[in-house]
C-alpha cells in the first residue's frame, strides 16, 4: 500500500509529519468495480507537474489544504522538528502546514518527480 504522510502545524509553530491511516470500506460502483475506498473528499481542481532532479523548495507553508500524490521520481519533506520524509511513487502528502515555519521538498536522485497536486475544497 501508498504511504499517506500528513504534514501539519503543530502549536509550537514548527511543521511535524504523521503517517495517517485512511479509513477504507468495500465498496461496488455503479459499473460493478468493487474493492476498498476511503471516504470522497471535495476537492476543486488537479495539477500535474514535474521538477527537476536537485530542485529544492527552501522553507514554506502549504497554501491550502491539498494533496501531493507521487507519480515518479523520489522527493524528501523535511519538517520543522527535523523530521525528514522519504517519498516515491504512489506516496501521498496532505499537507496542512498553512502556518508556521512549514516545510522543505527537494527532488533527490537522478530523475525529475512527477507528481499530482489535487487542492481541498473543504476549508476544516
Do not use: K
Not at 10 to 33: K, W
Not at 38 to 47: E, K, L, Y
Not at 112 to 118: D, T
Request: proline share 7%; glycine share 10%.
Amino acid at each position: 500500500m501508498a504511504r499517506i504522510w500528513r504534514v501539519y502545524s503543530g502549536s509550537d509553530g514548527r511543521s511535524h509529519v504523521a503517517e495517517e491511516t485512511l479509513s477504507m470500506q468495500p465498496f461496488t460502483d455503479s459499473e460493478g468495480a468493487s474493492g476498498e475506498s476511503a471516504p470522497s473528499q471535495p476537492v476543486s481542481a488537479i495539477n500535474f507537474r514535474v521538477s527537476p532532479p536537485g530542485y529544492v523548495l527552501d522553507w514554506h507553508c502549504a497554501p491550502r489544504r491539498q494533496y501531493s500524490i507521487s507519480l515518479a521520481g523520489s522527493a524528501e519533506i523535511e519538517v520543522g522538528d527535523g523530521t525528514v520524509v522519504r517519498l516515491g511513487p504512489g506516496d501521498v502528502v496532505l499537507a496542512e502546514d498553512l502556518t508556521g515555519q512549514g516545510h522543505i521538498t527537494r527532488v533527490v536522485g537522478d530523475q525529475p518527480r512527477f507528481y499530482a497536486v489535487i487542492p481541498l475544497t473543504d476549508r476544516r
